[in-house]
C-alpha cells in the first residue's frame, strides 16, 4: 500500500537553530516527491520536486533531500516567518494520483 | 492570472442538505483534483479527472460526486451532506507534464452540523 509518513508532527525552534523534517515512503514506482508550504488558512504552496535518489534542491534557507526510502527537509538557521505546516507527497506510478503525509508543524520563535 | 479559485470560502450546511463546491483554473491544465483535509491526516484524494471529460474515484469518495464542466472548471457536490463531511476541500491543478507539482486553490471550510 502507498504510504507517506512525516516527522516530527510539530516540531519548536529558536531563530538561527537548524534542524531537518523527515519524510518516509512506501510507493510503487515513485514518479516524484513533492515538498510544499502550508501557511494557516490557506493552500499548500509548491517547494520543490525531486525525482530521483541522490537529487538536492534548495531554495533560501530550506533544501531537500532524497533516498530510495526517505525525504529531508534541512533548514538552516530559520527565521520566524519559516513558521508553517511543510507537507510532503509522492506521486505513484499512476501519474494522477498523490499522496500526502500529515505534515510538520513547525514554530520558530525569535 | 488568477491560478487555481474556489468558492464558497465558507459554508455551513445542516445534515441532509445538499451543496456544490465550485473550482477554476485559468492556466490551461489537464488535470484537476479535489483533496479534503482533516487534522491529523493530511490531504485525501477524493476524486481527480485527467482531462476534460473523464473523472475517476480517490481515496474517499463515498458521498461526493463531481462534474469536469470544461477544462476550465471542476466542481464537487454533497447530494445529502453528514457530520463526517465537516472539513476543509482543496481543489488542485497540474499542469501539461506528467511530473508537475499541483497548484491549490485557497480552500473551502464546511462545517456540517
Known amino acids: 500500500e502507498d504510504q507517506v509518513t512525516q516527522s516530527p508532527e510539530a516540531l519548536r525552534l529558536q531563530e538561527g537553530e537548524s534542524s531537518s523534517l523527515n519524510c518516509s515512503y512506501t510507493?510503487?514506482?515513485?514518479?516524484?516527491l513533492f515538498w510544499y508550504r502550508q501557511d494557516p488558512g490557506k493552500g499548500p504552496e509548491f517547494l520543490f520536486t525531486?525525482?530521483?535518489a541522490g537529487e538536492e534542491k534548495e531554495k533560501e534557507r530550506l533544501k531537500a533531500t532524497l533516498t530510495k526510502k526517505e525525504s529531508f527537509l534541512h533548514i538552516t538557521a530559520p527565521k520566524p516567518e519559516d513558521s508553517a505546516t511543510y507537507l510532503c507527497a509522492v506521486q505513484a506510478h499512476n501519474f494522477n494520483k498523490f499522496y500526502f503525509g500529515s505534515g510538520t508543524k513547525l514554530n520558530v520563535k525569535p | 492570472n488568477a491560478g487555481v479559485t474556489q468558492t464558497p470560502k465558507f459554508q455551513v450546511l445542516k445534515t441532509g442538505q445538499s451543496m456544490t463546491l465550485q473550482c477554476a483554473q485559468d492556466?490551461?491544465?489537464?488535470?484537476m483534483y479535489w483533496y479534503r483535509q482533516d487534522p491529523g491526516m493530511g490531504l485525501r484524494l477524493i476524486y481527480y479527472s485527467a482531462s476534460e471529460g473523464t473523472t475517476d474515484k480517490g481515496e474517499v469518495p463515498n458521498g461526493y460526486n463531481v462534474s469536469r464542466l470544461n477544462k476550465r472548471e471542476f466542481s464537487l457536490r454533497l447530494e445529502s451532506a453528514a457530520p463526517s463531511q465537516t472539513s476543509v476541500y482543496f481543489c488542485?491543478?497540474?499542469?501539461?507534464?506528467?511530473?508537475?507539482?499541483?497548484?491549490f486553490g485557497p480552500g473551502t471550510r464546511l462545517t456540517v452540523l
Open positions: 488542485a491543478s497540474t499542469g501539461t507534464s506528467s511530473y508537475n507539482e499541483q497548484f
Open positions: 510507493v510503487s514506482g515513485l514518479r516524484g
Open positions: 492556466m490551461n491544465h489537464n488535470s
Open positions: 525531486l525525482y530521483s
